[in-house]
């Protein structure tokens, strides 16, 4: 089975991949992918689901087995990973993390040197080291060199962002969703002078996105709407998904959070290229509503590691996903939802506007997105019914909408979104879609 999805590799925790005994041979194993030979010093950080320090441990061991340092930094943000390694000169990097997946599941993200998610080559390569089993222990042993100044070198790069720009006298709702934010956002709100109301900040390894955080968003919501809080923001699990949600307790979406910061750049003169990057699933009203406003979009194949890679070729300064993945390549190579929430409260307080009115220029054209459970991930275009009503959706839009269909890389499910001006239409032609692929692959 292949190891890696869309965001690294994840599943049922004791169940391989994700095992102590799995986690051991990718220590190793990485070891051997990034040294050539040569010393290697590794980050490695972790969420706070029960297992994330049985598998860290086990990583560690492993990576010290092979004869590599490890430097690991406790429970932080995946982009804290990204941070840290560049900063201590590392050869690479790994979170232990499942996201915004429920607890009894979990993961690992590898990074390379330069600080970005391996590319999909590079897992391949590592992929192939790993499964040769044939990795040797080091006669001698690596080190394991843990770093004291973890939260407070991550704060200062968070305020950093912020290039001198205030955003003291803000009251707003923070859920860290009892993930990886927990421990940082206490003392970052409160050196930035923001007013923060704190919730879901006391993980207890079983409650990480348990109905709270960015994919969560009520307890948020109420919190903002109940107290007439300024805004709120919320964290997924290893703090690289957000979610904003405005004063009135509605949530502004990615794209929104994009377009905001998009156009706050573009006033202050930090917007390069004058564009942005997005993937397939970002609204069309995101494409016009930018245009409108003298800034171009850019579209690549779904996931962040996707963004950052056409973000850094093209010198652009933001791009990110409608799931809430931001990223800001001046101050990471990764996604960072606190990060990202920081420049939203920014142009809050730039704008002099409430989040409602900043995403309100945002256009939002109908969508569809329907998810079919599947027992294998046939190819679509193996599928003749399928793709017969993909092409008769497409005729149907005409140039006033668009079908993309995709399997997800981290779960046996088969994506369909139909996009459109006509709301019953795209739910009609969306199910009709779902209907065909479920009779074909889906779960019985």
């Known amino acids: 089975m292949a190891l890696f999805g869309t965001d690294g590799i994840r599943g049922k925790v004791n169940v391989y991949p994700v095992t102590a005994d799995a986690a051991l041979g990718l220590g190793r194993a990485f070891v051997s992918f990034l040294g050539s030979g ?3 010093k590794v980050v490695v950080g972790r969420d706070t689901r029960l297992s994330s320090s049985m598998l860290e441990s086990a990583l560690i061991a492993g990576i010290t087995s092979a004869g590599g340092d490890a430097l690991p930094l406790g429970v932080v943000p995946s982009n804290a990973v990204s941070h840290f390694l560049l900063l201590n000169g590392c050869g690479g990097g790994v979170m232990v993390s499942a996201s915004h997946n429920p607890a009894d599941e979990n993961g690992f993200k590898f990074f390379s040197s330069d600080g970005f998610k391996l590319s999909e080559a590079a897992e391949a390569q590592f992929e192939s080291v790993f499964n040769s089993k044939k990795i ?8 394991v060199f843990r770093l004291h100044d973890v939260k407070d070198s991550y704060i200062s790069m968070v305020k950093d962002s912020l290039r001198g720009l205030d955003i003291s006298g ?38 990480i996105n ?3 955080g960015a994919l969560f968003p009520a307890q948020l919501q109420a919190l903002v709407k109940g107290n007439k809080l300024d805004a709120g923001v919320a964290f997924d699990g290893d703090a690289d998904r957000l979610s904003v949600v405005d004063e009135f307790g509605n949530v502004a979406d990615g794209d929104s959070v994009i377009g905001i910061a998009a156009l706050s750049m573009k006033k202050l003169g930090r917007l390069r290229g004058n564009s942005v990057v997005v993937t397939d699933y970002s609204n069309s009203g995101l494409d016009s509503s ?52 920081v420049q939203v ?35 679509v275009e193996g599928m003749p019914s399928v793709v017969s009503l993909i092409e008769k959706a497409g005729a ?49």
Request: charged content about 25%.
């Open 136 to 143: 040797a222990s080091s006669p001698v042993p690596g080190s």
């Open 345 to 379: 409260l920014s142009a809050v307080k730039e704008g002099g506007k409430r989040v409602s009115e900043l995403a309100s220029f945002v256009e939002v054209y109908p969508q569809a997105l329907l998810n079919v459970r599947v027992r294998e991930k046939k190819p």
């Open 210 to 212: 348990l109905n709270c």
């Open 38 to 40: 040569k010393k290697v």
């Open 170 to 207: 803000l009251r707003v709702g923070v859920d860290a969703g009892n993930g990886s934010a927990s421990y940082f956002v206490k003392d970052l709100f409160s050196e930035l002078g923001v007013e923060a109301v704190i919730i879901n900040n006391k993980p207890d390894g079983y409650n």
């Open 396 to 444: 149907a839009l005409g140039g006033n909408g668009r079908v993309f269909v995709r399997y997800s890389g981290t779960e046996n499910t088969l994506r369909i979104l139909v996009e459109g001006k006509d709301e019953s239409e795209v739910k009609k032609l969306a199910e009709g879609i779902a209907s065909a692929a479920d009779l074909e692959v889906g779960v019985e």
């Open 290 to 341: 930018l245009a409108a406003n003298g800034i171009s979009v850019l579209r690549v194949k779904v996931g962040d590691r996707q963004v950052s890679d056409a973000l850094f070729k093209n010198s652009f300064s933001v791009g990110g996903e409608k799931s809430g993945h931001v990223i800001f390549p001046e101050f990471a190579r990764t996604a960072d939802a606190v990060l990202a929430s």
